[in-house]
């Protein structure tokens, strides 16, 4: 198994908080394994930072590159590839406080088995968490300790090798590119998601309206991810059931101004439908940690902003 001994290079694509930017940092200095063999490279959109916000150089050697607005997160990711030189690359986002057991997990889990080519470990959050953030914990941590066919973006592990056979991460993409980047490295090998180690999302949703504006935001690519790359059956429904509610919530309008009330009362229980189906699974996957009313809360929040986001990614990309 690797060692002590071994350059991690950690890239860390920013902007906006620096105050979560410090926390990751922190956390990355507080790491059980040779500081000496871990740098950092943090690609930042903000036109400075504050001295205050890096570790003192003694503690841990962080390099900071300055990019323009106009990149993608791909693009920050791919940049701070570029100029590292570790034979491991772990990427982070810049809100995430990594457990001190984290980088020696990530190699041993990466060394447990020839066939695994990417690794990443589990969401945590405390009991004070509000609902949401529980939630999306329960969401992202649903199935440790198993090969996956995506992962999200958050905390990934690989080695450079592996990076550079995927072709680095798809820079036309402004959402959903940890997706469509973990698609490709699927190609090459095992993901494997572990609960041996995890992290503490700083930056994750603390309120149900926050949760709707991002998501919004993170539907905007969606179709435009599915591109140039194989679905699987278990991604389709994330992808149809979007589709599913807006057409049976407008069918029911259609039906209300029409005062075909019999046939509107139909088309709302459909469009509705998939909200209780998804709502029942997390319930039994959370296992009581949040309320059922919170949960439906939560569906029937995500999929409207998912649509919002779909529509408005599709216009955008006509008006391209």
């Known amino acids: 198994m690797a060692g002590d001994s071994v350059r991690i290079s950690f890239v860390i694509p920013h902007k906006g908080r620096e105050e979560l930017l410090q926390r990751t940092l922190q956390s990355i200095a507080a790491q059980d394994y040779d500081q000496g063999c871990i740098d950092v490279f943090v690609a930042t959109q903000n036109t400075h930072l ?6 003192p150089p003694d503690r841990l050697k962080v390099t900071v ?3 323009p607005e106009s990149d993608t997160i791909s693009r920050l990711r791919n940049a701070g590839v570029e100029h590292s030189n570790g034979e491991y690359v772990a990427f982070l986002d ?20 020839p066939r695994r080519v990417l690794v ?13 953030e529980k939630i999306r914990t329960a969401l992202s941590s649903a199935a440790p300790d198993t090969t996956v066919r995506f992962l999200p973006g958050a905390n990934l592990f690989m080695r450079r090798t592996t990076f550079e056979a995927a072709g680095g991460f798809p820079e036309q993409l ?15 090998g095992q993901l494997y ?7 503490i999302h700083l930056g994750e949703d603390k309120s149900f309206e926050q949760m709707f504006k991002k998501e919004i935001w993170r539907g905007q690519s969606n179709l435009q991810s599915i591109k140039g790359r194989n679905i699987p059956l278990s991604e389709l429904p994330s992808l149809l059931v979007p589709v599913w509610i807006a057409f049976f919530t407008l069918s029911a309008l259609l039906s209300l101004l029409m005062l075909h009330f019999g046939n509107m009362v139909l088309m709302l229980i459909l469009s509705l439908l998939p909200v209780f189906l998804y709502s029942f699974r997390l319930q039994r996957v959370a296992r009581g940690v ?5 949960i439906l809360k ?16 599709l216009i955008k990309s006509i008006q391209r």
């Open 94 to 113: 810049a809100d995430v406080d990594i457990a001190p057991n984290w980088t020696k997990c990530m190699l041993a889990e990466l060394a447990a088995d």
């Open 193 to 199: 998601f572990t609960s041996r180690s995890g992290f």
């Open 50 to 55: 504050e001295v205050s916000t890096l570790p």
């Open 290 to 294: 949040v309320p059922f009313s919170q």
């Open 174 to 188: 402004v959402t959903c590119e940890d997706y469509f980047f973990t698609d490709r490295v699927h190609q090459l």
């Open 65 to 67: 590159l300055y990019r």
């Open 120 to 132: 990443s470990a589990v969401q945590r959050c405390d009991e004070n968490a509000p609902a949401i």
């Open 298 to 313: 939560f569906y029937l929040i995500y999929f409207p902003a998912r649509v919002i986001g779909i529509f408005k990614g």
